[in-house]
C-alpha cells in the first residue's frame, strides 16, 4: 500500500502551518526577495526561516548585529570612497532613488560626510503621489543633479496590467526599472560604483546575505534570451509579438547584459552595510537636513506617514501582499519598528489587526483607470490570488485570515 505523505507546502510553496515570530509581528508566510525577471504564476517561494524557538530572521540578524563594530565598518566605507572618489570634476557615484527618505540620506551622507561626488538617477514612480513629487524636488534642492529615465508610458503601463492579471503583482514593473536603472546609467557614464540604502536581507532574506556589501548582480544580469525573461509572466518574445512592440520598447526592463559589465566593472552597494540603520532615525535626518516632509495622513493599510509614500501603485503593492501573504503594510511596518524598540509587540499587534489588509480607498479610482479594469475584476483577480490555508469565507462573503496573528498562541 501506498501512503500519501501530507503536504507542508501549500500554493506560492507557503508553509502550510501558519506561525508568527515571537518577537516580531511577521509570520513564517513572508517570501524572500526573486529575482522579478523570472517569476511565474506556478513559482515556490523561499519563505523566511524561523529558528527552533520561533524567532525570525530578521529578528535574529537584529540580535547578531549588536557585534557589529561600526567604527571598523565606517573604516571600510571610507576605503572604499577613497578608491573611488574622483578629484576630475567628474561624479564617481550614483545614488538611485524617487526622493524618498532612504535615497535622500544615502546621497546626503556620501556627498556631506565622505567626500564624495554622487549622481542620483530615478526610476520614477508609476503614478507619483503630490508628497512624493514634493520630497522629489526636497531631494535635489538639497544639493544634488538627477538622471531621471521615464518609462514609455503605455508600455509601463501594459506591464503593469500583465503583472496584475497574471501575478496579481502590479509593483513588478517598478522593481524591475528600479533595479536596472542604477546599473544601466552607471554602464552609461563611466561611473562604476553604486550605493543603494538598505539591503532587503535586512527584513528576513538569508543572513549570510547582509554579510556582504555588495548586491548579488543575478537581480539585474542575465545573458540576453527574450525567450526566458519573462515581464508580468509572459516572455518578452510573446509581448513583443502579441503587442506588436519593438526590442527597444522592452529595453529598460531587460537584465543588463553580462557583457556590458565586463567592459564597464560595476560594483553595486548597501549602505546599510556600513551604518547603523534604523528607518525611524533615517526619517529624522532627512527632515532635519533637508525639505523632505512626512505625508499629511497615514498611509492606507498602516498608521505610517514616512515610508514609501510616493506612488499611488505602493499600496495596491501591500495590499495584494496580504492577500497573497496575509501580510499587509501594517506588518511590515511594526515588525520593523518592533525590533528597532520603537513598538512593543502588543501594540504592533494592534496595529496589524486594525490596519493590515485595509480596502484601498484614496487611490482607487487612479488605479483602476490605470489597470482599465472594473472593481469587480479588480476584487475578483486579488480574491483569486488568496490561499486556501489562510483565508476563509463566511456566510457574508467577507474574508478572514484564518490563523490571525492577535488569534495566536
Ligand atoms: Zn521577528
Known amino acids: 500500500m501506498i501512503s500519501a505523505v501530507a503536504p507542508t507546502r501549500s500554493r506560492y510553496g507557503l508553509p502550510l502551518d501558519v506561525r508568527y515570530c515571537r518577537r516580531c509581528t511577521i509570520s513564517n508566510q513572508r517570501p524572500s526577495s526573486t529575482i522579478e525577471f523570472r517569476a511565474t504564476a506556478a513559482d515556490r517561494k523561499e519563505t523566511i526561516h524561523f529558528s527552533d524557538d520561533g524567532l525570525c530572521d530578521a529578528c535574529r540578524w537584529f540580535e547578531m548585529k549588536v557585534d ?68 522629489f524636488d526636497a531631494w535635489l534642492a538639497s544639493g544634488f543633479a538627477n538622471y531621471t529615465l521615464w518609462p514609455d508610458r503605455k508600455v509601463h503601463r501594459l506591464l503593469t496590467q500583465l503583472a496584475f492579471r497574471n501575478l496579481v503583482h502590479p509593483f513588478q514593473p ?14 552609461m ?34 545573458e540576453r534570451d527574450l525567450h526566458n525573461t519573462l515581464l508580468g509572466g509572459v516572455s518578452a518574445h510573446d509581448i513583443l509579438r502579441d503587442h506588436k512592440l519593438q526590442p527597444n520598447d522592452l529595453e529598460a526592463y531587460l ?48 498608521y505610517s506617514k514616512y515610508s514609501s509614500i510616493d506612488d499611488k501603485i505602493d499600496w495596491l503593492h501591500y495590499y495584494t501582499t496580504h492577500a497573497k501573504f496575509g501580510i499587509g503594510r501594517a506588518t511590515y511596518d511594526t515588525s520593523q519598528e518592533i525590533r528597532n524598540g520603537d513598538l512593543t509587540r502588543d501594540e504592533g499587534v494592534r496595529l496589524v489587526r486594525r490596519f493590515d ?40 462573503g467577507r474574508w478572514t485570515l484564518r490563523q490571525p496573528i492577535w488569534a495566536a498562541a
Open 255 to 302: 537584465p543588463i547584459d553580462p557583457a556590458v559589465l565586463e567592459r564597464s566593472p560595476i560594483e553595486v552597494h548597501y549602505m546599510s552595510y556600513y551604518v547603523p540603520w534604523h528607518p525611524q532615525e533615517v526619517y529624522y535626518y532627512c527632515v532635519e537636513q533637508t525639505d523632505f516632509l512626512p505625508n499629511d495622513t497615514r498611509t492606507e493599510g498602516s
Open 174 to 187: 517598478f522593481i524591475i526599472g528600479q533595479r536596472n536603472v542604477a546599473p544601466r546609467i552607471a554602464a
Open 68 to 135: 557589529i563594530d561600526w567604527v571598523e565598518r565606517d573604516r571600510q566605507l571610507r576605503d572604499t570612497c577613497d578608491q573611488f572618489r574622483r578629484t576630475d570634476g567628474r561624479y564617481d557615484v550614483l545614488v538611485p532613488g524617487s526622493g524618498g527618505k532612504d535615497s535622500i540620506y544615502v546621497a546626503h551622507l556620501l556627498k556631506y560626510r565622505y567626500g564624495m561626488h554622487p549622481l542620483t538617477v530615478t526610476w520614477p514612480p508609476m503614478l507619483y503621489t503630490s508628497a512624493g513629487r514634493r520630497n
Open 189 to 222: 557614464m563611466d561611473i562604476p560604483f553604486i550605493m543603494y540604502g538598505e539591503n532587503q536581507a535586512e527584513y528576513g532574506n538569508k543572513i549570510s546575505e547582509n554579510r556582504r556589501p555588495k548586491m548579488d548582480a543575478a537581480f539585474f544580469t542575465q
Open 357 to 396: 489588509g485595509e480596502p484601498p480607498r484614496k487611490h482607487l479610482a487612479a488605479i483602476l483607470d490605470y489597470l482599465d479594469m472594473s472593481e469587480s475584476t479588480f476584487h475578483d483577480t486579488i480574491d483569486a490570488a488568496r490561499p486556501d490555508h489562510l483565508w476563509t469565507t463566511g456566510s457574508d
